[in-house]
């Protein structure tokens, strides 16, 4: 099965060199499902022809909010409806997951609540994933036809199914501790101390980001 990964950011350029860029982190996030990948940097307006380029589309995450002025975000969400109408099955993650509802009639705002960064709880019908989380803005409001999948305490709608359409998650499954680590020190600055604080406190618990990448691995898979 062919993925498309839609890039909309970079990782820091400093955390690059352990890392590699969000590409690579999704990569190896889905290896052993007999994937195959490319990559468009769609933050570059370097977009696929159709939506028919891909058997499925993974958008990730960015440090640009969904309601800023970038020129990629129209054909971005324009690319969204019509995979959307076909029925080409999309992932999308923090970014992704907020550009998805956008561009399906949802709403999405900077949080006046605040940040959520590390280790965040999850509350998945009867069970609680533990999942890494780095952010502000969140969807406030779930398009027509987004079933909630998931919520925190923080975040309401933290995952959202569209029937077989699209699978949208706030957290990062694909950011281990330690990039985590290195995003506190290079983008630490916007978020407050106390909650830094509590992220490294929470470094080294289980993590249950193989268990959603079955699960996105699972979405794309199943038969449509």
């Not at 159709?50 to 909010?65: C, K, M, N, P, V």
């Not at 305490?153 to 281990?176: G, K, M, S």
């Not at 268990?211 to 898979?221: H, K, M, V």
Request: proline content about 6%; glycine content about 8%; some cysteine.
């Amino acid at each position: 099965m062919r993925i498309g990964i839609l890039q909309t950011g970079d990782a820091p350029k400093d955390l690059q060199a352990d890392h590699g860029d969000y590409p690579d982190m999704f990569e190896r996030l889905l290896d052993g499902y007999g994937f195959a990948f490319r990559t468009w940097r769609v933050v570059d307006l370097a977009f696929p022809l159709d939506e028919e380029q891909a058997d499925g589309w993974l958008i990730t995450g960015s440090r640009h909010g969904v309601y800023e002025d970038h020129a990629f975000i129209p054909p971005l969400e324009a690319l969204i409806r019509d995979a959307y109408a076909a029925h080409v099955p999309m992932v999308g993650i923090c970014f992704g997951h907020q550009i998805i509802a956008k561009a399906l009639g949802g709403r999405v705002e900077k949080f006046a609540g605040g940040w959520s960064v590390g280790a965040t709880p999850y509350r998945f019908a009867d069970e609680t994933m533990t999942l890494n989380a780095w952010h502000q803005d969140q969807v406030v409001e779930a398009p027509e036809g987004a079933e909630i999948l998931a919520t925190s305490d923080f975040c309401t709608n933290a995952a959202l199914v569209y029937d077989d359409r699209a699978l949208t998650i706030q957290a990062h499954p694909e950011f281990p501790d330690r990039f985590i680590d290195g995003l506190i020190r290079t983008r630490g600055d916007v978020v407050p101390e106390p909650l830094l604080q509590q992220a490294r406190a929470r470094m080294g618990q289980p993590n249950d980001s193989e268990r959603i990448a079955e699960r996105i691995a699972q979405f794309f898979l199943q038969p449509r």
